[in-house]
């Protein structure tokens, strides 16, 4: 049990809509970050937020873009979805300002994403 | 950039039997390196790390040691159970510092 919930668990979208993903990180976590994990590859980091602010991106596009609030709870946002964007979208959060050589991230269960 | 290669699987055992997951890396500086698990329906958590050349990182039987002139980070365990069935992902944090850089993950599977 790491604290850190997610919703939907699955979701099914067309390609070209739009679609929001959830996250609740454990009380007192500042950083949320968001992956991305194909099927059968590793996590790929989509972007990092700290305190409400985007401080790290990974090689998406910007139709991937995120929200945190202050109730240490966030968003994941994609628009115009295409069929490579099935994947299992992870979030991790983190106590401090993410220093990954440091820091332990504790991930959620994941959202599966289908788009068809 | 900072990149992790691990053995393919799926790998096989049966209960008692010595484990290896092999992980090798590239990167520039000195990387920490990690090893995740992901349970069947879960989330990945932390299974161990080291943050320098030598350090051995270790938890629930499972050891790595961080070999810098080998550029390796291979998983061991001596005996394992069928409770250790999990996807396991080798990992080192980005030349920003900010992410994690996974491997593509080995499937293990223990049959009693």
């Known amino acids: 049990e790491t604290g850190v919930t997610q919703s939907p668990t699955h979701l099914i979208k067309t390609r070209g809509q739009q679609v929001t993903l959830r996250c609740s990180s454990q009380s007192g976590h500042n950083t949320v970050s968001w992956y991305q994990q194909a099927l059968g590859q590793g996590p790929q980091f989509i972007f990092q937020?700290?305190?409400?602010?985007?401080?790290g991106r990974g090689n998406f596009p910007p139709r991937f873009s995120g929200l945190q609030f202050p109730n240490y709870s966030s968003e994941l946002n994609v628009n115009a979805l295409e069929l490579d964007d099935s994947a299992l979208y992870l979030c991790?959060?983190?106590?401090?300002?993410?220093?990954?050589?440091?820091?332990?991230?504790?991930f959620g269960s994941g959202t599966q994403l289908s788009v068809l | 950039g900072n990149s992790v290669t691990q053995m393919e699987g799926p790998v096989t055992l049966s209960e008692e039997a010595f484990l290896t997951i092999n992980c090798t890396y590239t990167a520039t500086g000195y990387p920490s390196l990690f090893w995740y698990v992901q349970y069947p329906g879960e989330g990945l958590q932390l299974l161990l790390k080291?943050?320098?050349?030598?350090d051995k990182g270790s938890n629930k039987g499972f050891e790595a040691t961080y070999r810098k002139e080998t550029t390796s980070f291979h998983l061991e365990k001596g005996s394992v159970q069928v409770s250790d069935s999990a996807v396991y992902f080798c990992?080192?944090?980005?030349?920003?510092?900010?992410?994690?850089?996974f491997g593509k993950g080995t499937s293990l599977l223990v049959t009693p």
């Open positions: 080291a943050t320098k050349a030598d």
């Open positions: 990992a080192l944090n980005s030349n920003s510092g900010y992410a994690l850089n």
């Open positions: 991790a959060s983190s106590l401090g300002a993410f220093d990954s050589a440091n820091e332990k991230l504790f």
């Open positions: 937020y700290y305190r409400e602010e985007e401080n």
